[in-house]
């Protein structure tokens, strides 16, 4: 039986390199779609100290802000960050997480439901950080490296195209403080029956994953 979670606002708080981080996400792999229209979520938005949707909102790209806890920034109030019910399969074209997945204790499920909501070709890029201080919002429970990423991505059977830490400084003593790890990863287009077949193997590792959970 696992451990009851604890209702989480995942409050984020965006330092200048998260964001720049972002941007160039946006630049490298968004920039040839700017006049195609994308569904864009983001997980995690709630406006503490700053947000990504000035990044994502200009038309006709959709952002929408999801989040525990309604107010600023927040589109969608999710019920659990491990099911979302408010979001349907296969209806987003980009997911973006920043600063957020550290104060999930198990966010490997949400990795799967980030997986879920992507169409076939879909874009995701998240951003957590690999070292700093303790800052619990209620709770802080990880630090990731490359590896941890790699293995997020490679558990929900998503394609990775970029697991990198930075480990230079960023020249700003906020940003230094968390070295922010960043992963870029594709949910694979493997034709129809393929597709499903993915599609079916994490709706178990889902269900395995949060038997007992609620």
């Not at 997945?101 to 198990?106: G, I, Q, V």
């Not at 879909?122 to 490359?146: A, M, Q, T």
């Not at 129809?192 to 077949?197: I, M, Y």
């Amino acid at each position: 039986m696992l451990a009851v979670a604890p209702r989480l606002p995942t409050i984020r708080f965006v330092h200048p390199s998260s964001f720049d981080k972002m941007a160039r996400f946006r630049d490298r792999y968004l920039s040839a779609r700017e006049q195609h229209p994308l569904r864009i979520l983001d997980v995690g938005s709630l406006d503490v100290n700053g947000s990504y949707r000035e990044l994502f909102s200009a038309p006709p790209w959709v952002y929408t802000g999801l989040d525990m806890t309604p107010g600023r920034n927040v589109d969608v109030v999710l019920r659990t960050p491990y099911a979302w019910r408010e979001i349907g399969s296969a209806s987003a074209d980009v997911v973006i997480s920043g600063q957020a997945l550290e104060h999930m204790p198990y966010f490997w499920i949400t990795m799967l439901e980030i997986a879920r909501v992507l169409k076939a070709g879909g874009l995701c890029c998240i951003l957590v950080p690999s070292s700093g201080p303790e800052h619990r919002y209620p709770v802080d429970c990880w630090r990731v490296y490359p590896d941890g990423l790699v293995a997020l991505a490679n558990f929900a059977r998503l394609h990775i195209l970029e697991a990198v830490t930075q480990w230079d400084t960023a020249g700003d003593p906020e940003s230094d403080l968390w070295h922010d790890s960043m992963l870029v990863c594709r949910k694979p287009d493997l034709g129809n029956w393929a597709n499903a077949a993915a599609t079916f193997t994490r709706w178990v590792q889902h269900r395995g994953v949060t038997f007992g959970l609620r």
